[in-house]
């Protein structure tokens, strides 16, 4: 009964994952092919049309852009977590006035959609002269509303005070306690916000929109909308683009598959 059970867990299992991978087999495989001929049907078998689209691809700056994507993504999460973890722990090891005001403000900037603040946004950059650069792109992601409000909860139930109260006894300053000692507990939020804050940025088309305004800042999601024009679209070459895209995504999300799924679901189950 019990090797029933498994058998047939596995299989839906199995059954679910192929569901889930074929959109991205079918986006590989039509990479192969013209555009044209992918308005006939959708193909099952690889074509031979993938090198004539990965040309086309390289010979509009990709590389360019996907390196900035990169320098956007790593900056933005790097100094997202580390900011949204700081927040944490000062609002949880510090007594102060004004604390439930405060956790009440971040709460009520994730209620705030980004396109109403996009324009006072703009014009801060132009200001501060940073309106030609990826900056805009990277600041946007420092002042996390859902990443602080994610460490606060956390910290919360994941950092017992005493161990704090220990360290400051033995005379540990306060941010050599926060990484030495607060920041390994909450490993499952820094690696879940850390994903989140990466896909969120690299997947980014609004603001690279905006503040895009060279070829050399393109963003990837912008360089594959710019590969077409007014007569033709290049979906051949726009799926190998895409295609591309996602590799940094699923080596990150296979290498912390674990620890990401141990922070969705931390605090689920008490007791």
Same mark, same amino acid.
């Given at each position: 009964?019990?090797? @029933? =059970?498994?058998?047939?867990?596995?299989?839906?299992?199995?059954?679910?994952?192929?569901?889930?991978?074929?959109?991205?087999? @079918?986006?590989?495989?039509?990479?192969?092919?013209?555009?044209? $001929?992918?308005?006939?049907?959708?193909?099952?078998?690889?074509? $031979?049309?993938?090198?004539?689209?990965?040309?086309?691809?390289?010979?509009?700056?990709?590389?360019?852009?996907?390196?900035?994507?990169?320098?956007?993504?790593?900056?933005?999460?790097?100094? +997202?977590?580390?900011?949204?973890?700081?927040?944490?722990?000062?609002?949880?090891? #510090?007594?102060? &006035?004004?604390?439930?005001?405060?956790? +009440?403000?971040?709460?009520?900037?994730?209620?705030?959609? @980004?396109?109403?603040?996009?324009?006072?946004?703009?014009?801060?950059?132009? %200001?501060?002269? /940073?309106?030609? +650069? !990826?900056?805009?792109? *990277? /600041?946007?992601?420092?002042?996390?509303?859902?990443?602080?409000?994610?460490?606060?909860?956390?910290?919360?139930?994941?950092?017992?005070?005493?161990? *704090?109260?220990?360290?400051?006894?033995?005379?540990?300053?306060?941010?050599? @306690?926060?990484? =030495?000692?607060?920041?390994?507990?909450? %490993?499952?939020?820094?690696?879940?916000?850390?994903?989140?804050? /990466?896909?969120?940025?690299?997947?980014?088309? !609004? #603001?690279?929109?905006?503040?895009? $305004? &060279?070829?050399?800042? #393109?963003?990837?999601?912008?360089?594959?909308?710019?590969?077409?024009?007014?007569?033709?679209?290049?979906?051949?070459?726009?799926?190998?683009?895409? +295609?591309?895209?996602?590799?940094?995504?699923?080596?990150? /999300?296979?290498?912390?598959? =674990?620890?990401?799924?141990?922070?969705?679901?931390?605090?689920?189950?008490?007791?």
């Amino acid at each position: 009964m019990k090797k @029933t =059970k498994a058998f047939l867990t596995y299989l839906l299992l199995g059954f679910i994952t192929l569901i889930s991978l074929y959109p991205f087999y @079918t986006m590989i495989i039509m990479a192969s092919y013209r555009s044209e $001929n992918l308005f006939q049907q959708i193909p099952i078998l690889p074509g $031979n049309y993938f090198l004539e689209n990965l040309k086309v691809v390289m010979s509009a700056n990709f590389t360019q852009t996907y390196v900035n994507s990169l320098l956007i993504a790593v900056i933005s999460t790097v100094v +997202s977590v580390l900011v949204s973890g700081m927040i944490g722990y000062g609002i949880n090891v #510090y007594q102060f &006035r004004l604390k439930k005001i405060i956790v +009440s403000f971040i709460m009520l900037t994730m209620m705030v959609p @980004t396109q109403i603040s996009i324009i006072g946004y703009m014009i801060e950059m132009r %200001k501060m002269g /940073f309106q030609d +650069s !990826l900056w805009p792109m *990277i /600041f946007v992601w420092f002042a996390h509303g859902f990443g602080a409000f994610w460490m606060i909860q956390f910290i919360q139930t994941s950092v017992p005070m005493e161990i *704090i109260e220990s360290a400051r006894i033995d005379g540990s300053g306060e941010f050599s @306690t926060f990484l =030495k000692i607060a920041f390994p507990c909450i %490993k499952p939020a820094v690696t879940t916000l850390s994903l989140l804050v /990466f896909l969120g940025s690299w997947n980014s088309y !609004l #603001y690279p929109l905006v503040f895009s $305004n &060279r070829e050399e800042l #393109y963003t990837i999601p912008i360089f594959i909308k710019s590969l077409s024009n007014m007569y033709r679209t290049d979906y051949g070459a726009q799926l190998v683009g895409l +295609s591309l895209s996602i590799v940094p995504v699923v080596i990150l /999300f296979v290498i912390c598959s =674990k620890t990401f799924i141990k922070g969705l679901t931390a605090g689920a189950v008490k007791g």
